[in-house]
């Protein structure tokens, strides 16, 4: 015997915080940022990118190390994103008329993110140069059937940035840089939907009798629709930077990278599920509660805003012998520009606004270079990068927490033009604890109760060709 029903009207608005919500990130650092702009930076955990300046990757980095280049340099890179999401259930709990589900499987999936630079000096004191990377993205594909189902299944974010540049010399120990960022998005994302418990939700509402109701659970039970948004837009930012050798040996760089505002316009599409033969005297009422349950998973299109992070870093890079480097880098990133994802129809319906309450977040990181010979460098690095997740807002969509990483990075130097760079980091960030997730009701979406454990596998390769 059933007894919880669902507000028809709160039901409604958990579908449209699942169907529509960018999850826990709209859009993958921390987060769903992508540090992972260069295949030289991976070997030293990209400590000391601002005063590195060390290939055309600063183009990204900091800008105004193009000002150190006498000659074209160019670069191509790619690095395997290789990670491992996770599960643990300790006291979730089913979602109305549905059975629990299991723990997800591996909701880590393989991707590969390209990047390519240039820098051509025009004179002694300005040079030029061109950077395209990914510097957010997110993607994990849950089981079916999981227990998490109705908070995501498949997510999708994938980002595209062009950051044409400039820098200008003012001196043997100061230059800036400046540069403006085209950046477009483009989302998928999947979940289910409790229809079985909508149907109930549709028939208190609607004042039906609770032996009814029963019956209408006992008939139509494990019922779930299939939410998928499909959205993109584009948006343009904003860089600065500057870069002071203090001497020969030691540099300081510091960075600044505007936010970024989308109007993200999107389509979600429902697939319902097939409702079972019930018996006859049943069947009017069923099919009138299908019909209000279709009616509010209509199809359409919907909006959102949003503002991607501004970030900015300051970083050290220190010469200290004919063969080590030692370098160092902290950046803070205004996580805080998401306090909330509010979602419209393009009727001007409000869906839902789905709390997030990130907040802003530092990230250090330490690293060394070994010059073997004069073709072979070792590089070493060590990080540790804040989440700005808050314990009560984490989803399987990012279940994301504070990450710790191991770095290593071999550099090869062909002839005086090509060098071949290779790097490997393992990042951490285990034990994050979901506490209660049912995105507002249990009833409607079930209850996350457990811890999931993320590691990921980062391999990078990069060519360089100085001309």
Known sequence: ??????????????????????????????????????????????????????????VWANPAGMARFSTIN?????????????????????ALNQPLGGNGGNAGSLSGLPAMYLVVPISKSWAVGLGIGAPFGLKSDWDEGWLGRYQGLYSEIKTINVNPAVSWRANDALSVGAGINFQKVDATLTNNVNYSGALLSAAAAAGVPPATQSAIAAATPGLDATARL????????????????????????????????????????????????????????????????????????????????????????????????????????????????????????????????FKDTWRVSGGANYRYSDQWKFRIGLAWDQSPVQTAERTPRLPDADRAWVALGAQYAMGRNWKFDAGYAFVTATGAPSENQNAGSTAANGLISGDFDVYVNLFSAQLTYSF
């Open 1 to 58: 015997m059933l007894t919880t029903a669902l507000p028809g009207r709160r039901f409604a608005c958990v579908i449209a915080a699942l169907a529509f919500g960018l999850g826990a990130g709209p859009v993958r650092g921390a987060a769903f940022a992508l540090q992972e702009q260069s295949g030289s930076g991976l070997g030293n955990a990209y400590a000391g990118g601002a005063a590195g300046a060390e290939d055309a990757s600063t």
């Open 74 to 94: 160019a670069v191509i890179a790619g690095t395997l994103v290789a990670p491992s999401i996770k599960f643990s259930n300790s006291g979730s709990l089913p």
């Open 230 to 357: 499909e959205g993109s837009d584009y948006a343009w930012g904003w860089n600065l930077g500057v870069l002071w050798s203090v001497n020969s040996n030691t540099r300081f760089g510091a960075h600044y990278r505007s936010s970024l505002k989308y109007d993200v316009v999107a389509n979600v599409n429902f697939t319902y599920p097939t409702i079972p033969p019930v018996p006859p005297a049943l069947a009017p009422t069923v099919d009138l509660l299908a019909a209000g349950v279709n009616e509010k998973l209509a199809s359409g299109g919907v909006t959102s805003s949003l503002e991607l992070p501004a970030i900015a870093s300051a970083s050290i890079f220190s010469t200290m012998n004919a063969k080590w480097d030692l370098m160092a880098d902290v950046q803070w990133t205004q996580w805080s520009t998401i306090p909330e994802l509010r979602f419209v129809r393009t009727t001007g319906a409000v869906l839902s606004v789905t709390p997030e309450n």
